[in-house]
């Protein structure tokens, strides 16, 4: 199959989206990206790229064109929507450069914005070929809980058009959770046309035991909790950092944050302004590979999300990876990544927004002996192979595009 992804982001160093990509490759299908200038989490183009520089790519077989967008900054809704649309005009643009080439379907990976959808439909229209639309943030809820904008407001009312426009062109609707699916529907879409598919985790993502200590000074004997990703409003950093403070006084636990975000200087003055120095530490972002390395130094792994209705139906790629891992989580959040942590018996959870109840959860896994600890992870692993498992879920993604086709 000659296949076009369509993406807002596509890096080497960070996406689920290049693991697909570079598999299908080995498959024996011809694949092209079309993807914007990468600039994400931190808000500026990554080193060596540019409006003129690597515009065009090949990377393990896939080739890349990125379209020209203007940088998301940092902490700036107005500049972050100018993101969104500078990359619906680029990536439009850029799309005129490969219209010549063959293409038998277009799979557009949706991390967000929805409006990515839009250049694929233009190409779609053009080309006269399905459209798969993986649909991993659902909007207009989402935009919602992040930006707090009230949902009478017009932007609300620009967007719900803009997303059943995009629905309504999808030959197909492939959603990361079930809690998606009524929403989809609510949108106009017939139930036929929707279709589960959960995000998994990279291969490199196994149990080991790595020989290497990567947490500089924190003490190995310590209880460490490691937080993995961005570093966002939707991660809910105020109520992890108030779990913080209210186990200050227990010197052998510590925090450990990994990733970047648009919350992350914000995070930084609070740890200056609780005096959790000695105990939260933000080590920075790191490179894919190196994550299972890290994971294996800490003894439990953070995941919390607000508490917002569009979050209890979300399973963030984050928790597979987790599970994958074979650790025990820690989670503070409500509705479907609740219950997979409790279905797994893979760790312990508190609703959403409860600062006290991770405290307290904490000292609770941090009196547990090492074989109940050990127990969780173990669980953790069985769960992720019985339901996220990666060539399972990638035969499936093959055998649609293949119907489609047809």
């Known amino acids: 199959m000659n296949i076009l992804i369509v993406t807002p982001h596509f890096h080497p160093e960070n996406f689920r989206i290049n693991d697909f990509a570079e598999e299908f490759v080995k ?174 985790a990279e291969p490199i993502f196994k149990p080991i035991k790595s020989n290497e200590y990567l947490l500089s000074d924190i003490p190995k004997d310590s209880f460490k909790i490691m937080f993995a990703g961005n570093i966002g409003e939707a991660q809910d950093f105020t109520s992890i950092l108030g779990a913080a403070k209210l186990l200050k006084d227990e010197k052998d636990v510590h925090w450990v944050i990994l990733g970047g975000g ?22 920075g972002s790191f490179p894919l590979e190196k994550m299972p390395d890290f994971y294996s130094n800490a003894d439990a792994m953070l995941f919390s999300l607000k508490d917002e209705y569009i979050f209890s139906i979300t399973i963030p790629a984050k928790l597979q990876t987790y599970l994958a891992c074979g650790k025990p989580v820690l989670g503070m959040i409500n509705g479907e990544s609740a219950n997979v942590i409790i279905d797994a018996k893979a760790g312990l959870v508190c609703p959403a927004e409860s600062p006290k109840e991770l405290a307290e959860n904490i000292l609770k896994m941090k009196s547990l002996n090492d074989n109940e600890v050990a127990n969780m992870g173990v669980n953790a692993r069985k769960y992720y192979e019985n339901n996220f498992e990666r060539n399972y879920l990638f035969n499936r993604v093959e055998g649609i595009f293949e119907d489609m086709i047809v």
């Open 262 to 283: 648009r919350k992350e200087e914000w995070v930084k003055d609070k740890v200056k302004e609780y005096h959790l120095e000695n105990c939260f530490h933000l080590l």
């Open 27 to 200: 498959r024996g299908h011809d694949i092209t990206v079309l993807t914007a200038i990468p600039d994400y989490p931190e808000g500026k183009f990554y080193d060596g790229y540019g409006l003129f520089k690597k515009a065009r790519e090949l990377y393990n077989g896939v080739k890349i064109y990125r379209a020209p967008i203007l940088p998301r900054g940092s902490g700036s809704n107005m500049r972050l929507a100018l993101n969104y649309i500078t990359y619906v005009v680029g990536a439009t643009f850029t799309s005129l450069f490969f219209l010549n080439k063959k293409f038998d379907i277009i799979f557009v990976f949706e991390p967000s914005p929805i409006s990515v959808g839009i250049p694929a439909i233009f190409i779609k229209i053009i080309k006269k070929i399905p459209l798969c639309f993986w649909v991993l943030d659902l909007w207009p809820e989402s935009v919602v809980s992040v930006t707090n904008i009230k949902k009478t407001s017009f932007i609300l009312k620009v967007l719900k058009p803009i997303v059943r426009f995009i629905y309504k062109y999808s030959d197909r609707i492939l959603v990361s959770s079930n809690g998606f699916i009524d929403s989809v529907e609510s949108k106009g879409v017939s139930r036929d046309k929707i279709e589960f598919l959960p995000q998994w």
